[in-house]
C-alpha cells in the first residue's frame, strides 16, 4: 500500500468519492468528520464499494485538542480538507458561522501538520473566487474578484492562509484545487450528494423534482446575456473531480511540484447551461421534467468555465465522463436514496 491520507469532511459528497478513488488508486485511508451535514451512509458507501474497512473517526476539527488525537493515532503524511460548510445562501444569512467554522477548522489542519511534521495538504477551493470574471475561460492568473458571499471569502481567506504557511514553513506543500460546479455520482450509485432540507444547487433540485419530491424547478432566468438566456456552468463530474485530489497528492509525495503552492482549475473546459442541463438530463433519463422559468438569483455570475490547461498539462489530468453519463448517474443516485 502506498501512503495513508487523511481526509477530513471524508463522510461527505466530493470527500466519500475521493477516499474511493484514494484507495483505487492504492493509498490508505483515514476519514474524518463530524457527520454534522453528512452521515454514516457516506463512511459506508466507501467501504462498500472498495472492500477496505476504511477508519472513521468522529470529530470537530475546530476542536483541536480532539482533532489532535487524529494525528496522534495515525500515520499519515498528507491531508485533504474537505470539512467546511457551503451554502451560499446561508453564509451571507450568518456570516460568523462560516467564518469560525471553515477558517478554523482549516487553520488546526495547518497548525497540527506542522506540530506532528506532516507535508502535504489539498485544500478544496472553488471557481467562486473568481467571481464574474472579465475574460472566459478563466485561468489560474485570473484575477480573483472581492466575494459576495462570507462562504467565498473563506474559499480566497483560506487559499491566503495555505500560500502564506507554505511560504513560512519549509516543511509544508499545498495545493489548491478550485472546483467549478460538481455534479453527479459514483457508478454504483451508493454514494452521492446528500443535501439537507431544500437543495439550493440545481443538480439535486433536478433530481428531486424528477423523483417528485419537489414540484417544479425553477430556472432563474432566461435573459442574462448568453445564446439561450441561462447561466452557463462549468459542470464536473464528482468521480473525475475526485481523481483529481488522488493525482494531486501523488504530485506532491513524488515531489513534482513546480513550486511548493499551487493552484489548479478543476473543470471540463465547457460551458453549459441551464436549460442545456434541464434537458440533458430528460433526454439521458427519458423522463419530463416539471419546470418553469424565474427571476433571476441574487448573486449569480452569468456564465464562467475553466481553462483546464494547467491541470491538463501539470497534473496529467482531464475529465473524462461524459455529461450525459454524469446526469444518469445523479438520477440513479436519487432513485438509490428514494427507494425508485
Ligand atoms: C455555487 C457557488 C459555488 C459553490 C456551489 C456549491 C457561487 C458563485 N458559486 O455555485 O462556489 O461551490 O454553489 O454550493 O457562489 N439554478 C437554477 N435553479 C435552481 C438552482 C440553480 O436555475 O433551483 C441555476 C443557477 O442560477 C445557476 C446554475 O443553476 O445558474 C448553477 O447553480 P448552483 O448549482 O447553485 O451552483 P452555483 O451557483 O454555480
Known amino acids: 500500500m502506498k501512503q495513508t491520507v487523511l481526509v477530513s469532511g471524508g463522510a461527505g459528497y466530493i470527500g466519500s468519492h475521493t477516499a474511493v478513488e484514494l484507495i483505487n488508486a492504492g493509498f490508505g485511508v483515514v476519514i474524518a468528520d463530524n457527520l454534522s451535514n453528512s452521515d454514516m451512509s ?111 471569502n473563506t474559499k480566497q481567506m483560506c487559499e491566503d492562509i495555505l500560500r502564506d504557511s507554505v511560504a513560512a514553513y519549509e516543511a509544508l506543500n499545498g495545493i489548491a484545487l478550485r472546483y467549478f460546479n460538481p455534479i453527479g455520482a459514483h457508478p454504483s450509485a451508493l454514494i452521492g450528494e446528500l443535501p439537507r432540507g431544500v437543495p439550493q444547487n440545481l443538480v439535486p433540485f433536478i433530481t428531486q423534482t424528477a423523483a417528485g419530491v419537489r414540484e417544479c424547478l425553477s430556472i432563474f432566468g432566461d435573459d442574462y446575456p448568453t445564446p439561450d438566456g441561462s447561466c452557463l456552468r462549468d459542470y464536473i463530474d464528482v468521480v473525475d473531480l475526485a481523481k483529481a485530489h488522488v493525482v494531486a497528492i501523488a504530485r506532491m509525495i513524488d515531489g513534482k511540484s513546480k513550486t511548493r503552492y499551487e493552484i489548479f482549475n478543476v473543470g471540463t473546459g465547457n460551458g453549459t447551461s441551464v436549460f442545456e442541463l434541464v434537458r440533458g438530463f430528460e433526454r439521458v433519463n427519458n423522463l419530463k421534467l416539471n419546470y418553469k422559468v424565474a427571476p433571476r438569483r441574487p448573486g449569480d455570475v452569468v456564465a464562467i468555465w475553466a481553462d483546464t490547461a494547467l491541470a491538463n498539462e501539470e497534473l496529467g489530468w482531464k475529465a473524462e465522463r461524459s455529461l450525459d453519463d454524469t446526469l444518469a448517474s445523479a438520477w440513479a443516485w436519487e432513485k438509490h436514496v428514494r427507494g425508485l
Open 42 to 152: 457516506g463512511v459506508e458507501g466507501v467501504r462498500k464499494i472498495t472492500g477496505v474497512d476504511v477508519p472513521f473517526v468522529n470529530v470537530d476539527c475546530c476542536d483541536k485538542e480532539a482533532f489532535s488525537k487524529v494525528f496522534e493515532q495515525y500515520d499519515f503524511d498528507s491531508v485533504i480538507h474537505f470539512a467546511a460548510y457551503k451554502a451560499v445562501g446561508e453564509s451571507v444569512a450568518d456570516p460568523m458561522k462560516y467564518y469560525r467554522n471553515n477558517l478554523l477548522s482549516f487553520m488546526n489542519v495547518i497548525d497540527l501538520m506542522r506540530e506532528y511534521g506532516r507535508h502535504n495538504i489539498v485544500f478544496s477551493s472553488s471557481a467562486t473566487v473568481y467571481g464574474e470574471a472579465d475574460q472566459l475561460p478563466v485561468t489560474e492568473q485570473t484575477p480573483r474578484k472581492p466575494a459576495t458571499s462570507a462562504y467565498g
